[in-house]
């Protein structure tokens, strides 16, 4: 007799969803990486000498539940009104998936632009939701349909800076999008450090706006794993019973607290991380590349030859990874970290290779 089939032990929903795929992370330092993001110098001093100093420490104890060193240090820097203001997670994806768990149910619709971040999606898909994106323009506004609310929308993810674009939604703008919509807006500002502007105001106005951080990128922490969620105390209240109940570890606070106060070294490191970004968008300018202005530690760029993918193997090949983005609707791209301008001139003469082979 046949032996019967086990049932799966799975949500259906996990079944039907597609993994959220991480850019590539080689072993063994091989290839110099400008695909993620990351900031090519290493944290501020004091936040290695409080990873070494906790290290050292108690950690036999549970750390703090909420992260509170943190979220003294974060609202005195950010200039907000209180730590209550502020709440800790282990990056900010985890931040993000705890809003779309506190706020979207099964069956009911989470919004985002095209193209963006795609976890979003995954993060939808494994609550059994649905979510529905709204197309970018040429010139990387978004339509009026974006911010139309109704009773089965239940949240809009925007980040702002954007990728793979890089490009930057003024706060106005998005204070009109917030009063246009019956759910909450959470602009994701994992970028915002290399941009001119910032939505925190809007968060003290308006309850349904929030706004999400981390420090894996300005800070060059990425390999710790922080992020905080700036929103309105009642509103964080509510979304840390949904936390894990001590998830993010001592040294990472204590890492992170010393990381946020470093606020010279920021501002330095900003400083020369954009002077590179613009150094690069101008040469891949000159190379005949269709570059997006950009507001982040990246820059999305278009060739008109095309064949993006053989660019990519040919930067890969050569030592260098980038990113090779292609979206339905969309096309394709090259998403090209800001590394160090000894790190960025030798990608682009592989590119500029590439480009003048007969």
Known sequence: MPVPTARSPFRPELARMKAYTPGEQPSGG????????????????????????AASGPL???PNPMAQPFRIAAAEVLGLPGPEWILAGNGSDELLTILVRAMVGEGQRLRLPHPSYILYRTLADIQGAVWEEVPFLPDWSLPPEFWQGDESLRLVLLPNPNSPSGTMIDPSVIETMAAGLDCP??????YVD????????????????????????????????????????????????????????S?????????????????????????????MSLRLTRLGFDVTPSSANFVWCRHPRGDHRSMYEACKAGGYLIRF??????????????GTDAQVDACLDLLEKWLDRP
């Not at 110099?32 to 990873?51: G, R, S």
């Not at 807006?185 to 994992?190: C, F, K, R």
């Not at 700036?230 to 509510?238: G, L, M, R, S, T």
């Open 185 to 190: 807006l959470v602009v994701d500002e994992a």
């Open 194 to 249: 290399f941009a001119e502007t910032n939505c925190l105001d809007l968060v003290r106005r308006n309850e349904r706006i929030l706004v999400t951080r981390t420090l894996s990128k300005s800070y060059g922490l990425a390999g710790l794993r922080f992020g905080y969620l700036v929103a309105q105390p009642h509103v964080i209240a509510e979304l840390a019973k949904i936390k894990d109940s001590y998830n993010c570890d």
């Open 325 to 338: 983005m292609e979206y339905p609707r969309y096309g394709d791209g090259l998403r090209i970290s800001v």
């Open 30 to 53: 091989e290839l110099i990486k400008l695909n993620t993001n990351e900031n090519p110098f290493p944290p501020p001093p004091e936040a290695v000498q409080a990873i070494v100093q």
């Open 251 to 279: 040294i990472a606070i204590a890492a992170a607290t010393a990381a946020i106060r470093s606020v010279d070294w920021l501002a330095d490191t900003r400083a020369t991380l954009i002077a590179t970004r613009e150094r």
């Open 60 to 62: 036999n104890r549970y």
